[in-house]
């Protein structure tokens, strides 16, 4: 079983700026690949990004997350970050982190097996 625990949402104002974390633990794969999602009210689950644990963790973005947003992981592959920039009101969403098994990015949330909880955030002045 993997388990997966988001944090780091918030309230900020336009333009500025927060970082969500996603740790891991249990049986995460020797490869796998971890992704954020988001959920606005009302609507679906969107990709925002998603980050490889190989191949020197290879990244993918969606159109509205490219140049504001970064994906990274820490050494151990088993904590991963979203460092989110020049924040719209747009981006309030409730945030989730997604593992699926392999060494592939994926922009389906139906490929993904595994998912935390969710963290919020608010973008509003």
């Known amino acids: 079983q993997v388990q997966l625990v988001e944090s780091g949402g918030g309230l900020v104002q336009p333009g500025g700026s927060l970082k969500l974390s996603c740790a891991a633990s249990?049986?995460?794969?020797?490869?796998?690949?971890m992704g954020w999602f988001r959920q606005a009210p009302g609507k679906g689950r969107e990709f925002v990004a998603a980050?490889?644990?190989?191949?020197?963790?290879?990244?993918d973005y969606a159109n509205s997350a490219k140049g504001r947003f970064t994906i990274s992981r820490d050494s151990t592959k088993k904590t991963m970050f979203l460092q989110m920039n020049s924040l719209r009101p747009e981006d309030t969403a409730v945030y989730y982190c997604?593992?699926?098994?392999?060494?592939?990015?994926?922009?389906?949330?139906?490929?993904?097996?595994?998912w935390g909880r969710g963290t919020p955030v608010t973008v509003s002045s």
């Open positions: 980050i490889t644990s190989w191949n020197g963790g290879i990244t």
């Open positions: 997604g593992l699926r098994q392999g060494n592939a990015v994926g922009r389906s949330a139906d490929s993904y097996n595994y």
């Open positions: 249990g049986r995460t794969f020797i490869s796998n690949t």
